[in-house]
């Protein structure tokens, strides 16, 4: 099942989110890798989709997991959650109707 995860980042948190993107990425790729990822990308704080120094308010992900609790924990162990880029992350079931 597609499961949405949507998360908030902290205030001012642009410098952690940079420092911390390369770890974040990879783990997307190994969801994209195991053709189990369907969107990702960040919330511009703007809009632009190169909000510069305004920076970004969240992110979200739809993937593919087994089971909520299986996507709450890949959720949870995100590196910008570990770096405190993500004040939080919601997750819940998605069904995809369109297109």
Known sequence: MLYMIYS???AN???QRLATRPAHLAR???LKAENKLFVAGPLPAIDSND???A????SLVIAEFAS???AQ???DADPYLAAGVYVKSTVKPFK???P
Do not use: C, M, R
Request: aromatic share 8%; proline share 4%; glycine share 12%.
């Open 8 to 10: 908030e980042d902290a």
């Open 13 to 15: 948190s642009l410098a």
């Open 28 to 30: 997307l790729e190994q």
């Open 51 to 53: 909000p510069g120094s």
């Open 55 to 58: 920076g970004f308010t969240g």
């Open 68 to 70: 909520l609790e299986q």
């Open 73 to 75: 924990s890949w959720a």
């Open 96 to 98: 995809k109707v369109l």
